[in-house]
């Protein structure tokens, strides 16, 4: 999706440690036109599939599986971070291990939103080396649905997550895919749009 | 908006301490259709206001911004409840009481995105005694923006804090109020719509 490369261009920031910020449209204030863009070409991207609901993860997560959501006219379903005295007991649940806060997780989907033989699109900001998306394929095995595929605004290429998930023959679709990244400057892996 | 008070009558689960719990539509399971409707009755009733941004909280308020942001076009800016190393360190900071969780934490928006004389919409998923909405005008004071109303989904009116902020000259619009929540029945205010 050029439209991505070009916002990540314009606004992205790197920092050392191969931190990429993209706080103006993303995850701390969301460019609502822009992410409702996002979601119309994920949408089209699985047209044809059937889809019934798309899974994703708090908080991040949120606006972009909302936005493509609002497009293909299903629900969404969020991974929480936290048990709170507003989610029930009966959960599935998965350890993921965040690189940015160097520390293991637990997220939580309560069973009754996620069921046996439902078609699922799962849906993230970010794609590194996985770790998110793995924990949430696996909450959607335990519940017997299927995953249809994952969609990403931003793939980190360089930290194989998305290549590693493709070689096990699941179906990945970045908005853009960044192969490297320096001080300077960001180079993007070539995709057909 | 009656389309709320039916959806709370429908889905709406009430358990002991006051605890509604809405995970089916709206802060675990999104209902992306009905919220775009709420977003929609958002737009309409804020309607001839300049509105420049959305301000909510994550994690549960970024849904319904979102919506009402899609069909406003505006960002939305969600304060966080954490300091991470993908936040800038200039920031705006507003301590919550949170009873749900029974504790304080701190909530943060970064210098970047919000700024003197922006016009703001404060959205959120629940006003009970009204402290994340008073964080977050707290923080909307402190970047000298302005307050034009606030909007949630689902006032506890009973925990008075929508009344407060009312009594303080505060435009609050609330898709349902409930009055009175036994544990066999939901008792909404009457309202306009």
């Known amino acids: 999706m050029k439209a991505m490369e070009k916002k990540i261009l314009n606004e992205g ?26 979601g119309r070409e994920i949408a089209e991207l699985y047209n044809g599939e059937r889809i019934d609901k ?3 993860i708090e908080t991040s ?19 929480k971070k936290h048990k709170s005295s507003n989610l029930s007991s009966d959960l599935y649940s998965a350890i993921v291990h965040s690189f940015t806060h160097n520390r293991d997780y637990t997220v939580y989907i309560s069973k009754e939103y996620l069921h046996e033989g439902e078609r699922v699109l799962i849906v993230d900001d970010f794609l590194a080396v996985g770790n998110a998306l793995n924990g949430l394929m696996d909450i959607v095995g335990q519940a017997k649905a299927e995953v249809v595929g994952m969609a990403v605004a931003i793939e980190k290429g360089f930290q194989g997550g998305g290549d ?3 070689a096990k023959g699941i179906r990945v679709e970045s908005m853009a895919i960044i192969d490297e990244m320096t001080d300077t400057d960001v180079i993007f892996r070539t995709q057909s749009k």
Chains 1, 2 share one sequence.
């Open 54 to 56: 798309i899974v994703t």
């Open 13 to 38: 920031k790197v920092f050392p440690g191969n931190i990429l910020k993209v706080g103006s449209f993303l995850n701390h204030q969301l460019d609502t036109d822009f992410l409702m863009e996002v």
């Open 61 to 79: 997560g949120v606006a972009v599986a909302f936005a493509a959501a609002a497009i293909m006219h299903v629900p969404v379903v969020y991974a």
């Open 164 to 166: 590693s998930l493709r």
